[in-house]
């Protein structure tokens, strides 16, 4: 008989070591919790489902902050102890088997401030909520998880806040909240997997317009009433584009659409699945058709490590140019030319193929990621190009992708060698030669 070994205090993730956990998959997320935006006190607790990878005499989950009050495993008390984000749960399972951890929890959410160049992420308290956006790790701000891309679950949410207040979270509305004693209980579902950093519990005072698009997608979009003329324009855009990705990507991958405008000037925007997020300013077509790409790149297919993070921002960057193509208002080619003659000599010493931990939202990320994007559908031509793009947001819906994978894929689909052209503009620090059309 093997000794039952401790689950590891990572996911296996180089560039973040500490993020995510070994020795268990997590499926589901229940998280029931209550906010008070004056006092600055969230709790409750997280129920989270999981199967063990392996025998485990004890496993970790990713927390920062707040004071634990108690662990179970399967109904049991717990043993449980603290250091940084780690909480680690002392237990006694079997390789293979499910089991339930409750956790309940409670205190002021500190979100992660100015660490490298992502500024401040996290749950982060607002004068009437709460503004929160965890990518890359900051879901441990808010609810102990497996913190990591790797690790994708289905989510609910019991969110409990001041009457007048609204908590929005991901996938849709089960009933209609209800209030008792000044406080109103808001129940979202969403039953798609989702990574943690895409989980929100946004909060606030909120002007809500809900809906369907043309295409038939229901769409939720909500805007701070310092922000309410942009609510109509939210979600008339939310929807169109939407239905507009899914002729090009494929058919939309969860059960709603949508966006938030809210007061909190972060300087970007998040794609929370099935709610993209805009901090503080009212975001025009080229970022919600950016945000919308990425409830296929990103949240459908999400990256396995962190390195290969171009598969989102190359992707939602593409296809702004692609957006603005379909609007005459300017040719993905155009937008390409553009790109190439104003990129810095930062961008070309920066391989996105390689995304680096300490500048992970490098311009080149985005635009040199673009950019590599639309020379290859110049090498394979429109007839090659837009099918490989279904193929991959279907072969690897709701999963997880590398690089590797979407090379392989491209080269099967295409019949063509393309290692030169994926070196060049992923992995090389320096500038490509400009690409001509074969095709
Ligand atoms: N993925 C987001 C976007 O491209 C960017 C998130 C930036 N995150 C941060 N902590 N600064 O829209
Ligand atoms: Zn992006």
């Given at each position: 008989m093997s000794a039952a070994t401790a689950g590891s205090t990572g996911i296996g993730d180089p560039y973040f070591p500490g993020d995510g956990n070994g020795g268990y998959d997590a499926t589901h997320y229940g998280l029931a919790l209550a906010y008070d935006p004056k006092s600055r006190q969230l709790g409750g607790t997280a129920t989270i489902d999981a199967k063990a990878t392996q025998d485990l005499s004890q496993f970790n989950l990713d927390l920062s902050g707040f004071t634990v009050r108690s662990v179970t495993v399967n109904g049991a008390p717990a043993e449980f102890s603290r250091k940084g984000s780690e909480l680690t749960v002392r237990t006694d399972l079997k390789d293979k088997a499910a089991f339930k951890v409750e956790v309940a929890y409670a205190g002021t959410p500190q979100p992660v401030r100015e660490s490298s160049n992502l500024g401040s992420y996290g749950f982060i308290p607002t004068p009437d909520g709460s503004f929160v956006t965890c990518e890359p790790n900051g879901a441990k701000t808010w609810f102990p998880s497996n913190d990591h891309p790797a690790d994708k679950a289905t989510f609910d949410f019991t969110l409990t806040v001041p009457e007048g207040v609204t908590a929005i979270a991901?996938?849709?509305?089960?009933?209609?909240?209800?209030?008792?004693?000044?406080?109103?209980?808001?129940?979202?579902?969403?039953?798609?997997?989702?990574?943690?950093?895409?989980?929100?519990?946004?909060?606030?005072?909120?002007?809500?317009?809900?809906?369907?698009?043309?295409?038939?997608?229901?769409?939720?979009?909500?805007?701070?009433?310092?922000?309410?003329?942009?609510?109509?324009?939210?979600?008339?855009?939310?929807?169109?584009?939407?239905?507009?990705?899914?002729t090009v990507f494929g058919p939309y991958p969860f059960g709603s659409t949508g966006g938030v405008v809210d007061d909190f000037a972060a300087g970007y925007a998040l794609e929370n699945q099935t709610k993209p997020i805009y901090g503080g300013f009212e975001p025009d077509e080229g970022i919600i058709a950016h945000e919308l790409a990425h409830q296929w790149f990103g949240n459908s297919l999400s990256i396995t490590r962190w390195k290969d993070l171009w598969l989102n921002e190359g992707f939602a960057t593409y296809a702004e140019w692609l957006w603005s193509e379909h609007r005459g208002q300017g040719t993905a080619q155009q937008q390409f030319n553009d790109a190439y003659a104003g990129a810095t000599d930062a961008i070309w010493k920066y391989p996105p193929g390689e995304t680096r931990p300490n500048d992970l939202f490098n311009a080149s990320v985005y635009t040199r990621g673009g950019m590599a994007l639309h020379a290859l559908r110049l090498e394979i031509g429109d007839g090659k190009f837009f099918p490989l793009i279904k193929k991959w947001a279907a072969?690897?819906?709701?999963?997880?992708?590398?690089?590797?994978?979407?090379?392989?894929?491209?080269?099967?689909?295409?019949?063509k060698q393309l290692d030169d052209l994926f070196d060049a503009w992923l992995f090389k620090q320096r500038k490509p030669a400009k690409p001509t059309s074969v095709s």
């Amino acid at each position: 008989m093997s000794a039952a070994t401790a689950g590891s205090t990572g996911i296996g993730d180089p560039y973040f070591p500490g993020d995510g956990n070994g020795g268990y998959d997590a499926t589901h997320y229940g998280l029931a919790l209550a906010y008070d935006p004056k006092s600055r006190q969230l709790g409750g607790t997280a129920t989270i489902d999981a199967k063990a990878t392996q025998d485990l005499s004890q496993f970790n989950l990713d927390l920062s902050g707040f004071t634990v009050r108690s662990v179970t495993v399967n109904g049991a008390p717990a043993e449980f102890s603290r250091k940084g984000s780690e909480l680690t749960v002392r237990t006694d399972l079997k390789d293979k088997a499910a089991f339930k951890v409750e956790v309940a929890y409670a205190g002021t959410p500190q979100p992660v401030r100015e660490s490298s160049n992502l500024g401040s992420y996290g749950f982060i308290p607002t004068p009437d909520g709460s503004f929160v956006t965890c990518e890359p790790n900051g879901a441990k701000t808010w609810f102990p998880s497996n913190d990591h891309p790797a690790d994708k679950a289905t989510f609910d949410f019991t969110l409990t806040v001041p009457e007048g207040v609204t908590a929005i979270a991901n996938g849709e509305l089960a009933g209609q909240p209800k209030t008792t004693n000044g406080k109103t209980t808001f129940i979202w579902r969403e039953k798609h997997p989702m990574t943690t950093y895409l989980a929100t519990m946004t909060t606030g005072k909120f002007q809500v317009r809900t809906g369907t698009s043309p295409g038939g997608i229901p769409v939720y979009a909500a805007a701070d009433p310092r922000f309410r003329t942009s609510l109509n324009s939210l979600y008339d855009q939310s929807g169109k584009i939407t239905d507009y990705w899914a002729t090009v990507f494929g058919p939309y991958p969860f059960g709603s659409t949508g966006g938030v405008v809210d007061d909190f000037a972060a300087g970007y925007a998040l794609e929370n699945q099935t709610k993209p997020i805009y901090g503080g300013f009212e975001p025009d077509e080229g970022i919600i058709a950016h945000e919308l790409a990425h409830q296929w790149f990103g949240n459908s297919l999400s990256i396995t490590r962190w390195k290969d993070l171009w598969l989102n921002e190359g992707f939602a960057t593409y296809a702004e140019w692609l957006w603005s193509e379909h609007r005459g208002q300017g040719t993905a080619q155009q937008q390409f030319n553009d790109a190439y003659a104003g990129a810095t000599d930062a961008i070309w010493k920066y391989p996105p193929g390689e995304t680096r931990p300490n500048d992970l939202f490098n311009a080149s990320v985005y635009t040199r990621g673009g950019m590599a994007l639309h020379a290859l559908r110049l090498e394979i031509g429109d007839g090659k190009f837009f099918p490989l793009i279904k193929k991959w947001a279907a072969d690897h819906r709701y999963g997880n992708v590398t690089t590797e994978q979407f090379i392989e894929l491209a080269e099967k689909t295409s019949g063509k060698q393309l290692d030169d052209l994926f070196d060049a503009w992923l992995f090389k620090q320096r500038k490509p030669a400009k690409p001509t059309s074969v095709s």
